[in-house]
T-cell receptor, first 110, second 111 residues
């Protein structure tokens, strides 16, 4: 069965650089979510999109932005990276029957 | 927002032992899922269980929605069961269309 696809799997950036993470949801799932998981923490909700419109927003820094495109894939853009942005970033999509998470992007800021 | 509490925070077992993990939540829910996060960081969905009981091999889960708790049972544990187990819920309020995670239970199964 198709899953949620995230790319890249790993990313190393320097402070103050910009990073773009991509997510391809399961076909016909109408909502996409982004989560951030710091070391030893639980995943924290960042932002979600329903039918390409932003539907909810969590504790997402102003340096981060996201959008969902016409083909339903989503991108999370992070600028002016800080050491504290180092984390696992998950994308998930949902339909009736629950949420499915991608394998995540591990971002390391050095 | 909805609150999710998991217990115990840490659990150490010998291979072959059974265990019960608990998840309490503060409000009514549309969705409750149990996840296993493996050492590589992947979140593996174990159960979608907003109510009732389900079983999958050595794992089973029960959610009593009226009393706002869910239990995950692991029987005959194996070393590969090690990792963090998360409970996550979607509240049924009008602005709660997202999963909120508990802090997790770190399970270590020793050979």
């Amino acid at each position: 069965a198709a899953g949620v696809i995230q790319s890249p799997r790993h990313l190393i950036k320097e402070k103050r650089e910009t990073a773009t993470l991509k997510c391809y949801p399961i076909p016909r799932h109408d909502t996409v979510y982004w989560y951030q998981q710091g070391p030893g923490q639980d995943p924290q909700f960042l932002i979600s999109f329903y039918e390409k419109m932003q539907s909810d927003k969590g504790s997402i820094p102003d340096r981060f932005s996201a959008q969902q495109f016409s083909d339903y894939h989503s991108e999370l853009n992070m600028s002016s990276l800080e050491l504290g942005d180092s984390a696992l970033y998950f994308c998930a999509s949902s339909a009736t029957g629950g949420y499915t998470f991608g394998s995540g992007t591990r971002l390391t800021v050095v | 927002g909805i609150q999710v509490e998991q217990s115990p925070p840490d659990l150490i077992l010998q291979e072959g032992a059974n265990s019960t993990l608990r998840c309490n939540f503060s409000d009514s829910v549309n969705n409750l899922q149990w996840f296993h996060q493996n050492p590589w960081g992947q979140l593996i969905n174990l159960f979608y269980i907003p109510s009732g009981t389900k079983q999958n091999g050595r794992l089973s889960a029960t959610t009593v929605a009226t009393e706002r708790y869910s239990l995950l049972y692991i029987s005959s544990s194996q070393t590969t069961d090690s990792g963090v187990y998360f409970c996550a819920v979607e509240g049924s309020g009008g602005s709660n269309y997202k999963l909120t995670f508990g802090k997790g239970t770190l399970l270590t199964v020793n050979p």
